[in-house]
């Protein structure tokens, strides 16, 4: 039994990081927080979990486009009351799930959010260099076409904004 356990490790540290992730699960949208990127699932055994949208920072509601962001996040998984799944990316240092939601229809809230202008990439919590060059390239298309927030003069990212008031 000791051999067994000595030789699954070492097939787990040769596998790498990547294959050490969370599950993946699914739930529905009950709550919203803040400006959209917080969010309360119940899950399927009516469990309430907290989440963070992995990679992103919404407006703060005192924000320009703050509540504009927490409306389509409304419009986008808790009207529909269509189950949407959770890919965990990783958990901050307070054990919150930071995540990547994959809506009903295949596309995912943290992408579409971006491409609407309604969120910043957040450099504190997007830490996989793939992940995040994908959410940068969605941010600078959004700042391209003036989506949202980036239709302003020099918005403030909510990190920035919240140490100014």
């Given at each position: 039994?000791r051999?067994?356990?000595?030789?699954?490790?070492?097939?787990?540290?040769q596998?790498?990081?990547?294959?050490?992730?969370?599950a993946?699960?699914q739930?529905?949208?009950?709550?919203?927080?803040?400006?959209?990127?917080?969010?309360?699932?119940?899950t399927?055994?009516n469990?309430?979990?907290t989440l963070r949208l992995?990679g992103?920072?919404c407006?703060?509601?005192?924000?320009?486009?703050?509540?504009?962001?927490?409306?389509m996040?409304?419009?986008l998984v808790?009207?529909?009351?269509?189950?949407?799944t959770?890919?965990?990316e990783r958990?901050?240092s307070?054990?919150?799930v930071?995540?990547t939601v994959?809506?009903?229809?295949?596309?995912?809230?943290?992408?579409r959010?971006?491409?609407a202008?309604m969120?910043?990439?957040?450099?504190?919590?997007?830490v996989?260099?793939?992940?995040c060059?994908?959410?940068?390239q969605?941010?600078?298309?959004?700042?391209?076409l003036r989506?949202?927030l980036?239709a302003?003069?020099?918005?403030?990212?909510p990190?920035?904004?919240?140490?100014?008031q």
């Open positions: 039994m051999l067994f356990a000595i030789a699954a490790l070492v097939l787990l540290l596998l790498g990081p990547a294959t050490l992730s969370w993946d699960w739930g529905k949208v009950v709550e919203v927080h803040g400006g959209g990127d917080i969010l309360i699932i119940q399927d055994d469990r309430n979990i992995y992103i920072d407006p703060e509601p005192s924000q320009p486009f703050g509540a504009e962001a927490a409306h996040v409304q419009e808790v009207k529909p009351a269509e189950p949407i959770v890919l965990e958990r901050d307070t054990g919150r930071l995540a994959v809506l009903h229809d295949g596309t995912t809230l943290n992408d959010l971006l491409l202008g969120a910043w990439v957040y450099p504190d919590n997007c996989s260099a793939q992940a060059q994908g959410l940068i969605l941010e600078n298309r959004a700042r391209q989506r949202g980036w302003g003069e020099n918005p403030v990212p990190w920035q904004w919240q140490g100014s």
